[in-house]
């Protein structure tokens, strides 16, 4: 082992009792290396100082996409969701957004009666009464927990919320 690895495990504390006798004896007879083993221990104690980072959730798709495709094999990294569960949520989304474009469309300022009007009325009482409230609480736990990973998902596979 050369002088500067025994210099290092010195610093770290990870030398054995031999290995830190002859540390020892080398720093009584060499001033060249005391000045070593300080700069070590500088740097030993400001680098455990640091933290180590964590990459962004798509870090691995982020470096595959920034290098050129003819240097790797496409080892096809999949998005948080899969295609099946965005049509869902953007169907329910849209079906969600024309029940209440035509619930509106029925309420009449006027307060003349439309055609259908109670049909519409009665459908609403009906569905009130069959969904539970705590089903109903679930299903938008669920929809905006999806809504959330759909929004991520685009915003990662953009770039964004990286370091």
């Excluded at 982020?62 to 999949?78: D, F, H, Q, R, T």
């Excluded at 519409?120 to 679930?138: C, G, H, P, R, V």
């Amino acid at each position: 082992m050369n002088t500067q690895e025994l210099l290092w495990k010195y610093a770290e504390g990870q030398c054995s009792g031999h290995e830190k006798d002859e540390v020892e004896k080398l720093l009584a007879s060499d001033e060249n290396a005391k000045d070593e083993l300080r700069l070590i221990q500088e740097i030993h104690a400001s680098l455990s100082g640091l933290e180590a980072e964590q990459p962004s959730m798509r870090f691995a798709q982020n470096v595959m996409e920034s290098l050129p495709k003819k240097l790797y094999a496409n080892i096809g990294i999949e998005p948080l969701l899969p295609s099946y569960l965005k049509v869902i949520f953007w169907s329910i989304l849209s079906g969600i957004f024309i029940i209440l474009v035509f619930i509106s469309k029925t309420r009449n300022p006027t307060n003349k009666e439309l055609p259908y009007n109670y049909l519409i009325n009665e459908s609403i009482e009906m569905a009130t009464k069959l969904i539970s409230s705590d089903m109903l609480l679930y299903a938008v736990l669920i929809f905006i927990s999806l809504a959330t990973l759909a929004i991520f998902d685009r915003f990662l596979a953009r770039g964004k919320f990286t370091s």
